[in-house]
């Protein structure tokens, strides 16, 4: 079934034979059927992957735990009983300990968005969505009843915060953009509008400081920023918009702490001498000191700095590692919570004495021995070394007898530090490995490896990708390639640009029609990412993105099994996407499977604990099967 439709701009056609499949109404029937004919083509592996998933459910504790923190008079933590997908939030004081939120009872899909105790202690806002479109519903909780007020506000969206007795959240324009920040008041139902944003490549973003003496707005876009500081609904721009500059603000009882790119290829904290070859993340403010995150030479580190002039740092215990803080609600405190933990290493929580810089283990996850990871070094075409994280048994070898499963993301100066996963384990006790490249375009390097992989240098990211790969072909037996999103386009695009690497590609949710998409601002996530891989109203944009864009360069001849993924209510990469790229590389030989989510399901799959453990021995059942053919 075909349609086409040809796109004329810059004196090109471009012939699209599958865009009636932007019309969701019309492609639904289809999508059903791709997802019938996706479970009968993996009937024959599900023995394997009900194998997988009981030993990756095995490695998640029955009852899982967070560590708690204090806020006011109670101390919260959550929790997931046995059998529970969600679970719930919870505090406790004295000897009481009570549920505030069950999210298993919003039923089999839920996600949280805001989660927020007001300062008193006595009420709850929280927003919930329950189809994976990421717009929720927002709804307060008396927390001395546990009766929610007869009021649910739909259409907002990420982050909020309490100021003035108010409640400060933000909500969506039609294109899922956060535009407006607004107020709600409990006690008279008053709901106002606080700061509206008319520029379409900005979001915002509104929180209240753990000092509780700012509630700040900041608008963002790929590379500019503002913040604004809120007095009673008044917002007051802190430092005006000023474009290609970025700042950020948190603050301390005296007043804001600012950090910002302003004459510097990387973030400087205003007032504190820099050091070279960081990129400073966050600082987070307390009573007599500031708490930085930050990267160094591709590692991430805190800096403690106090008020008094001292300064020392924080480093990961474990070699490939990563170290976060974690809940710290309270300013007034002498110590902080951090955790560490690495691809072969359990989280540990650690409490940090930050005038001694002495450090307490309070909690760690389950620990399972035998695992390793180290870094390698890939030269890229133009000789710059790609940091990639390998992870492996420690009774597998690097010796060329292992397959292998890369994975990649490389878009808007993303980071994705490595955590124990126990899906990982099982599929590295099969006798794999799995390597993580950290390609351009991510953030692992410092503003300068984002700046190298975006716009007009988005090959890099993929040049880059393969560059790993064939660092890695004399190490392993066959390696497979893995990515989601934006990771999902790097994989469609070394698909079809190095065929023979790959023993397999998994392209989960791929943003793969660029330019048709890059050109439709009545969609999502459009106008607000021009400023990340273009502008093809633009001659010299189009040209570029157009070069590269997979769904206007489907490959043909010998190719490697496909799993592509896609969600009907993901509001980032619409299922049209994926769908008509699957289309049309049928259209020119090519078989690939198609999973598709035709109910409730998101972005990143299946949410629940459990459902998630089975998604990803869907994966990696494909990825098994795909190496041992190699």
Known sequence: MTHPVVHKLHGIERIDDHAWMRDSVAVRDVLISERRRYESRIAHTAPFRQHLAAIMAGRTPETESSVSWRHGAFVYYTRIDAGREFGEFRRKRDASDQVLLDLDAFGDYVELGVREVSPDGRWLAYSIDVTGDEVYDLRFRNLETLEDLPVSIGGTYYTGGWADGWFYYTVVDEVYRPCEVRRYDLSTGADEVVLREGDRRFELTVRATRSGTHLLITAASRDTTEVWSVNDGVPESVGGRRPGVEYH???????????????????????????????????????????????????????????????????????????????????????????????????????????????????????????????????????????????????????????????????????????????????????????????????????????????????????????????????????????????????????????????????????????????????????????????????????????????????????????????????????????????????????PLFRVEVEDGGHSGPPGRYAHLHYEAEIFSFVLEALKKT
């Open 249 to 591: 603000c948190d603050a301390t009882l005296d007043g804001l702490v600012t950090w910002t790119d302003e004459g510097h290829s990387e973030f400087r904290v205003v007032g504190v001498p820099p050091l070279p070859g960081e990129r400073i993340h966050a600082v987070d403010c307390f009573d007599g000191h500031k708490v930085l995150t930050l990267r160094r030479g591709g590692d991430p580190l805190l800096r403690v700095l106090g008020d008094d002039g001292t300064s020392y740092e924080v480093h990961p215990p474990v070699p490939c590692g990563r170290i976060a803080l974690v809940h710290n609600a309270e300013y007034l405190t002498d110590s902080v919570v951090f955790e560490t933990g690495s691809y072969s290493e359990p989280t540990q929580w650690w409490r940090l004495t930050l005038a001694s810089g002495v450090r307490k283990l309070v909690k760690e996850n389950p620990r399972h021995d035998g695992y390793v990871s180290e870094r390698l070094w890939a030269p890229a075409d133009d000789g710059v070394e790609i940091p990639v994280t390998v992870v492996r048994r420690a009774d597998v070898p690097l010796d060329g007898t292992a397959p292998c499963l890369l994975y990649g993301y490389g878009a808007y100066e993303a980071v994705f530090d490595p955590t124990w996963d126990a899906a990982l384990s099982a599929f590295l006790d099969q006798g794999a490995v799995f390597a993580h490249a950290h390609v351009r375009g991510g953030g692992e390097m410092g503003r300068a490896w984002w700046q190298a992989g975006r716009l007009s240098r988005k090959p890099t990211t993929f040049t880059d990708h393969i560059a790993v790969a064939e660092h890695l072909r004399p190490l392993v037996s066959g390696i497979a390639t893995r990515g989601l999103s934006a990771g999902g386009l790097l994989q469609a695009a070394v698909y079809g640009m190095r065929p023979d690497l790959w023993a397999a590609v998994v392209a989960e949710v791929p943003f793969v029609d660029v330019v048709t998409t890059m050109l439709d601002d009545t969609i999502p996530l459009t106008v607000n990412e021009w400023d990340e891989w273009g502008d093809p109203r633009r001659l010299d944009d189009f040209t570029w993105m157009l070069a590269y864009s997979p769904y206007d360069n489907i490959p043909s001849g010998d190719l490697p099994p496909l799993l592509v993924t896609g969600a009907v209510n993901d509001p980032r990469v619409l299922v049209h996407e994926p769908a008509k790229w699957v289309a049309a590389l049928r259209a020119n030989g090519a078989d």
